[in-house]
């Protein structure tokens, strides 16, 4: 999802899937499994730069999807602090 932005004229994108509860988890996916993914585009001559990570995190639906925000731009803000060839 996050390369799909970029392909789509994005420079900076990120991407957030996971799952929220009360339903729909697994043993390997339980409810509070997010995974993230964030794309920053880089000069034409090389690949755009990818980060991903899943997480656990606890608490009822609303609390995995309030983090989960948190958690996507807390993120993308400390890389975009850390990049020098954006």
Known sequence: MALGALSHGAHVS???TGIAGPEGGSSSKPVGTVCFAWAIRRESSSAPW???RTVHISGD???VRAQSIVVALETLI???EQREDI
């Open 61 to 63: 639906r609303s609390a």
């Open 50 to 52: 990818v980060q991903t």
């Open 14 to 16: 990120l991407a957030v």
């Open 78 to 80: 400390g890389l975009l």
